[in-house]
């Protein structure tokens, strides 16, 4: 019967106790109690949990036979001494904020906070085994031109000669371009390699971003009423952006040439699947 409750959890994950004592009853005639159908699934160590989505083509056979070629390619290039060069932007906004807290049994955990968003300030970094080798923030879209741009600014400041740099990115729409620097005469050598789609865990930069995002969670709620009070002979919107932007550089060195290593480090325990050709979870 146990196992019959864990099929139907692995089967939907999102079902209640509810419905799945329901499911019970109607399919074996055995009537379990939802405090009963919890006790043996904690039996068998199944919690609740947040819901991650999976997008139903992520596992599909041609990203992973995709996933299997990057890795391949990442591997060769390690082997072969070149530094790699991961990047990826993100965006941060006033919304921005711890999502729990504390308060009374029975009472709700409220607190204050912006009556909207604000606009997106984009962070664009680049990081590789030693560290943050280049990053920008900047207000506004950040298109393809916009990204190129950016690029051919990091390798300028990647010491490395360029036959010796790999440049890993993901299929966002802002990266359409980047293989045409690959032709340009400054940047002879460099090569651009790109991620299977939904392949996020193989981007250890987005471990970094997280490292940040979470400093200025931490600042942001302990300086919420600077956040509220403008600033004199600027606007609200104009302001707002300034406290964005400060917190910002402010949480930047959070990302630290031992974290950039082991981020780097950790994605590598993907690589074995990849090959393999096993499925890819989402969140790790």
């Not at 329901?22 to 399919?27: M, P």
């Amino acid at each position: 019967m146990i196992d019959t409750l864990v099929g139907y959890v692995e089967a939907s994950p999102q079902l209640t106790l509810k419905e799945i004592a329901n499911k019970l009853r109607e399919e074996t005639g055995v009537q379990l109690s939802t405090n009963t159908v919890h006790k043996h699934l904690s039996g068998r160590m199944y919690t609740v949990k947040k819901v991650l989505p999976e997008p139903v083509t992520m596992n599909s056979a041609t990203n992973k036979d995709r996933r299997a070629t990057f890795v391949r390619k990442v591997m060769e290039a390690t082997g072969a001494g070149k530094t790699i060069l991961y990047m990826d932007e993100t965006n941060v906004n006033l919304f921005l904020r711890r999502s729990e807290g504390r308060s009374r049994r029975g009472q709700r955990c409220c607190v204050k906070v912006a009556t909207g968003k604000g606009d997106n300030i984009h962070v664009i970094g680049a990081i590789s085994q030693t560290g943050m080798v280049y990053w920008e923030r900047r207000r506004g879209s950040f298109r393809k031109e916009d990204c190129c741009e950016w690029l051919r600014r990091a390798l300028r400041h990647c010491p490395e000669p360029m036959e010796n740099v790999v440049v890993v990115c993901d299929n966002a729409p802002a990266h359409t371009d980047l293989e045409a620097i690959q032709a340009e005469p400054e940047f002879e050598g460099v090569q651009v390699l790109r991620t299977a789609p939904y392949s996020a865990p193989l981007n250890p930069i987005e471990e970094c971003w997280s490292a940040m995002k979470a400093a200025m969670k931490n600042s942001m709620t302990a300086s919420f009423q600077e956040m509220m009070t403008p600033e004199t002979g600027i606007s609200q919107t104009e302001h707002r952006l300034r406290y964005l932007e400060r917190n910002i550089d402010a949480a930047m060195p959070r990302i630290t040439p031992i974290m950039c290593m082991h981020a780097c480090n950790h994605v590598q325990r993907h690589f074995a699947g990849c090959l393999a050709r096993m499925d890819l979870a989402m969140g790790v």
